[in-house]
């Protein structure tokens, strides 16, 4: 396998989305962006984009969450920051899963233009878990129907039938013995 080796003031140009738990603090959401940062500037990388998405539904359930809150980075560096930025995540509790795609693999430093409000961590100002299964869009749209209680306490015949039809059955069959 051949290493390739980006020459000096070129990098590779990486994306990382991670998971944070939904129900996650401000600060606790806040620690995990500023180590992050912290770790990619001490790697010799450059934050290029940072964006919060939002609490959103996940596709399928992790660790029995049925949301999480979404954060994107977007950032130069060389293998080793990837490498630290994913330890990093993987050492917080707080963060559910994570993925780093490569973007680009040969991008000039310096060509880069990157503003300051692009690379902050925005404070994580969320609202309290709400229960999913009231806001589920299938139930909205009416494609689920609404449980219903079943009454048990009577013993009555099931509802298609009539007291006439079951003794007309019985009739028949005897009927058809002689």
């Known amino acids: 396998m051949s290493r390739q080796v980006t020459a000096p003031g070129r990098a590779r140009e990486y994306e990382t989305i991670y998971i944070l738990r939904p129900d996650i603090d401000a600060d606790g959401a806040e620690k995990i962006g ?63 899963k994570y993925q780093t795609v490569l973007v680009r693999n040969d ?18 100002e969320l609202a309290p878990l709400e229960d999913d299964r009231d806001e589920s869009r299938e139930r909205q749209l009416g494609l689920i129907e609404p449980e219903r209680r079943v009454d048990r306490t009577s013993e009555a015949a099931p509802p298609d039938l009539e ?6 059955a019985e009739g028949a069959t005897d009927e058809e013995e002689s």
């Open 107 to 124: 991008v000039e430093v310096q060509a880069v233009n990157v503003a300051e409000e692009d690379v902050k961590f925005e404070r994580l």
């Open 34 to 96: 500023s180590r992050l940062a912290e770790v990619v500037s001490r790697e010799a990388g450059r934050l290029t984009k940072v964006e919060t998405w939002g609490r959103r539904r996940l596709a399928y359930d992790i660790a029995k969450h049925r949301r999480g809150v979404y954060v994107y980075l977007k950032y130069l560096g060389g293998g080793k920051v990837v490498s630290e930025v994913e330890r990093n995540l993987r050492l917080f509790d707080g963060v559910l």
């Open 163 to 168: 007291d006439g039809e079951e003794g007309e």
